[in-house]
């Protein structure tokens, strides 16, 4: 039984008309663990038994069974608890050492399918430092749901449809070559999209040569498919590189193109329920009443737009994945266009609008450079992840000159590094990216981690000691109280990030727990022969574990040497 099991139930023995589940819905972590492990708002119970919220709170302190506490006291309107540290710190190291992968998991899923879009580069283009924030923050949410019992569906969906492969098409026939293309096809292409859009300023007939070309793609014509197909086969070769890198593997890449075969059915919804109307020769939906701009359905010329393949692509997930909830990553300048689609999908009439989530995220600039395909101002990720590998390689060499395997340990260290750069802000947040910050060894930083958990790895090679099952856990001592109560607050932390789509939670548990080890490897002779000895080792054990599990659900790798 964990900690706040324990405050539950003996709350529930003075509570007899609230059930444990309601208890423990209440209870609350104090913000300064000064005043206890574990705090009740008496509050909740003012109207109920008209008396003041403080005098509440002195009462149950009163009545409440103090055998597993060291202390229960009233702090104004709140009840707070302070943990046997012996009894609750064994607790908690037995159920990690038990069971180091599930730790923290609460099967909150119960298997339940969650679609997952992100990534969704666009063919023909390289894949810029723009994609690594969905790409990232989307794959901590997969493993993060996959963690509490989810079953993720991880999408890529790729951006292989639109008016801009037309344009594609067009600079490709006025200037292509063939050689130039086999040598090096996805900078060849971009070279030829970012000129068609210099060069339009001058000549607007290149975008409607843009046009013609999508229209006979729209129409299925040889020459335009054939291209197409040609496109999108050499950038996703591209693409599957970076994300092996990254070690993120999708579990289907239909995209736009896909679902453009599928918009007669949303289109003839739209129509039976006369939710079509015309404006200016193209056919929109009116959203007025939810104070959102018309949805543009049909264009004047007579092609779709992306909104209706995403109304397409949002009913095909439904009807193939049942979804329990359909998350999009997708940055926050796209807001207005998820509440149209959620509004359209409601006067549609399928109840499951709502189930729709649109995760977004904050820019990212370069050195505090903002980042433009279509200007040719793009930093290729793959050359990043590269770099960044290349001088983690060059600090291992510093540090540990004799590491066994330091060419895998150095991959590990520099696209974790990238990865947990991004995963430990607050999506939302804009975040600028300089690559010399991203890989130190110290600061908040993923090789700080990493690393902390790489010296706990080696104090336990030293100490020799695996098995713990017959450790008196109880033996630990204040200084291991800090380390050890912190990890039992692991499985809330799972749950808030789940809850709100928050990778950067577990990445400040994380190094919040690399923090206090660093701090308790500095205090404490760990390795001195004692009574206490094993136990010592046992929390080393422990925090390696959720240092581990923890940089998992982030697609951070976990090196035991560094």
């Known amino acids: 039984m964990n900690g706040k099991q324990l405050v539950a139930e003996a709350l529930q023995a003075v509570l007899p008309d609230w059930s444990m589940d309601e208890v423990e819905a209440k209870i609350e972590r104090p ?9 009740f708002p008496a509050f909740t119970l003012a109207k109920t038994l008209r008396k003041a919220p403080n005098l509440i709170a002195a009462d149950l302190a009163d009545q409440i069974d103090k055998s597993n506490f060291e202390k229960v006291q009233a702090v104004g309107p709140y009840v707070n608890f302070f943990l046997n540290k012996g009894k609750a710190g064994a607790a908690i190291l037995q159920e990690i050492l038990a069971d180091p992968e599930n730790y923290g998991a609460r099967d909150l899923g119960h298997g339940r399918q969650v679609t997952i879009d992100y990534s969704s580069p666009n063919i023909a283009k390289p894949m810029g430092m723009g994609h690594l924030r969905s790409t990232v923050i989307g794959e901590a949410i997969a493993r993060i749901l996959e963690k509490e019992g989810f079953k993720p569906v991880r999408i890529d969906y790729l951006g292989d449809w639109g008016t801009q492969f037309g344009k594609m098409m067009a600079a490709y026939k006025m200037w292509g070559n063939d050689a130039d293309i086999k040598q090096d096809p996805i900078n060849t292409l971009l070279s030829y999209y970012v000129r068609i859009n210099r060069e339009a300023e001058e000549h607007p007939e290149y975008d409607d040569a843009g046009r013609e070309w999508f229209a006979k793609l729209e129409n299925g014509d040889a020459e335009a498919t054939r291209l197409w197909k040609w496109f999108r086969e050499v950038s996703l070769e591209r693409f599957k590189k970076v994300y092996d890198m990254l070690d993120v593997h999708f579990d289907s890449y239909n995209g736009e ?6 918009m007669d059915e949303p289109i003839q919804i739209l129509r039976d329920k006369k939710l079509l109307v015309k404006s200016q020769g193209a056919e929109i939906v009116d959203l007025d009443k939810y104070d959102l701009p018309p949805l543009l359905i049909i264009k004047s010329n007579g092609t ?4 209706t393949r995403d109304l397409a692509t949002a009913m095909y997930r439904k009807q193939t994945y049942d979804f329990f909830k359909s998350v999009y990553v997708v940055g926050q300048e796209q807001e207005v266009h998820f509440n149209q689609l959620k509004a359209c999908l409601k006067e549609m009439g399928f109840d499951w609008y709502d189930d729709i989530v649109h995760v977004s995220f904050g820019l990212m600039s370069l050195n505090g450079r903002k980042m433009s395909t279509r200007k040719g101002n ?4 793959e050359d990043v992840l590269n770099e960044s590998v290349k001088l983690a390689r060059q600090q291992i060499a510093e540090k540990n000159a004799g590491l066994a395997n330091a060419d895998e340990v150095a991959k590990e260290v520099g696209i974790g590094a990238v990865i947990f750069h991004d995963l430990k802000n607050y999506r939302r947040n804009p975040i600028d990216f300089s690559l010399e910050e991203v890989v130190k060894f110290e600061g908040e930083t993923g090789p700080y981690v990493q690393y902390a958990r790489a ?8 100490g020799g000691i695996r098995d713990f099952s017959k450790t008196d856990l109880s033996k630990i001592g204040s200084e291991e109280w800090d380390l050890v109560s912190f990890m039992g607050r692991f499985g809330d932390v799972i749950q808030r990030a789940m809850e709100q789509y928050d990778p950067s939670l577990i990445a400040k548990f994380a190094l919040e727990l690399a923090k206090r080890f ?9 390795l001195v022969d004692d009574e206490a000895k094993e136990a010592r080792l046992a929390v080393v054990q422990a925090m390696s574990n959720v240092l581990k599990a923890a940089l998992q659900m982030l697609d951070v790798k976990a090196p035991d040497e560094m």
């Open 31 to 39: 913000k300064d663990e000064k005043l206890g492990d574990y705090a």
């Open 257 to 262: 193109a896909f679902s453009a075969k599928l």
């Open 304 to 307: 779709t737009t992306y909104i």
């Open 378 to 381: 793009v930093v290729n990720l």
């Open 455 to 462: 010296r706990g790895e080696s104090l336990l090679r030293k």
């Open 518 to 526: 660093n701090k308790y490897y500095a205090h404490t002779r760990i």
